[in-house]
């Protein structure tokens, strides 16, 4: 497929109320039938940036994914975003040679399709300053989605700081997400670090941000945008208002402009290491 509609939503998050902001994203997945491919929501869409993993953490058989592929189903659109996700994990030592089981907590982008594919990425870079090191697990590798003809890289909000970990190697993706929860004393960084990785990284670019206040009575004003592969503002969600705004990319248009501005053929290369050995 050629070309993509893409749909951002922007919306405040009811602090920890996994039902009342499931049900109110149906109410726009409603309004959104038929009118695009994918719909892109805020990163913890379904309780907010809360640090209360024990309470809100699910599996990825639990009942938010679960609901989301059956509404990706009925309402034939992608969703992307991401929740608060467990794992248990099996660990041993030497004291105790007997495995034991754990929880891993992660904050857990996905991306669902109508023809029921799941695809998950594990936020890599989690946000110190707010205390996500302390209560959830890095991920260590990037998930580039098959769409339709597109290749899909989703990140998670912190991660857009990391040029590196977004960088595009031998135009691997063709749009690059970023779901997010960014606060306004932060709102410049958002703004300027979405349109430079559209342009370095020669990608349409999608962030979409929430509003309202959280838990913690931080304040996020949204900022929600598309951005093309120049660096041209495409489509934007008004601050501070909860909404959606929906546009078609050109699969062609974009590799028309690779073949005619190659910068990426001399890309410098470069290894990632990994540890995700700590929480």
Request: hydrophobic share 35%; proline share 5%; charged share 25%.
């Amino acid at each position: 497929m050629n070309r993509l509609r893409v749909s951002i939503l922007q919306t405040d998050i009811a602090w920890e109320n996994k039902q009342d902001n499931l049900r109110r994203l149906r109410e726009k997945l409603e309004t959104l039938r038929g009118a695009a491919e994918i719909v892109v929501l805020p990163e913890t869409f379904s309780t907010g940036f809360s640090m209360n993993t024990d309470k809100l953490a699910e599996p990825v058989t639990g009942d938010t994914i679960t609901t989301l592929r059956q509404w990706a189903s009925e309402y034939r659109i992608a969703i992307a975003g991401s929740y608060i996700s467990c794992e248990e994990n099996s660990v041993s030592s030497e004291d105790n040679p007997l495995s034991r089981e754990y929880p891993a907590y992660y904050n857990r982008a996905f991306f669902l399709t109508p023809e029921g594919e799941a695809y998950f990425y594990d936020k890599r870079h989690l946000f110190r300053m707010g205390n996500e090191t302390e209560h959830f697990t890095a991920g260590n590798r990037r998930t580039v989605i098959p769409y339709r003809g597109w290749n899909i890289l989703l990140l998670v909000c912190y991660d857009l700081r990391f040029p590196v970990w977004s960088r595009n190697v031998n135009n691997g993706y063709d749009l690059l997400i970023y779901v997010a929860n960014w606060p306004v004393p932060r709102r410049k960084v958002w703004d300027v670090l979405l349109q430079a990785r559209a342009l370095e990284n020669i990608s349409y670019v999608c962030g979409v941000n929430r509003v309202g206040k959280d838990g913690n009575r931080f304040p996020y004003d949204g900022g929600s945008a598309i951005y093309s592969y120049k660096g041209e503002l495409m489509a934007q969600v008004p601050d501070n208002e909860e909404g959606t705004a929906t546009v078609p990319l050109e699969l062609s248009a974009l590799q028309a402009f690779r073949n005619k501005f190659p910068a990426w053929k001399d890309a410098d290369s470069f290894t990632i290491v990994s540890d995700n050995s700590s929480r």
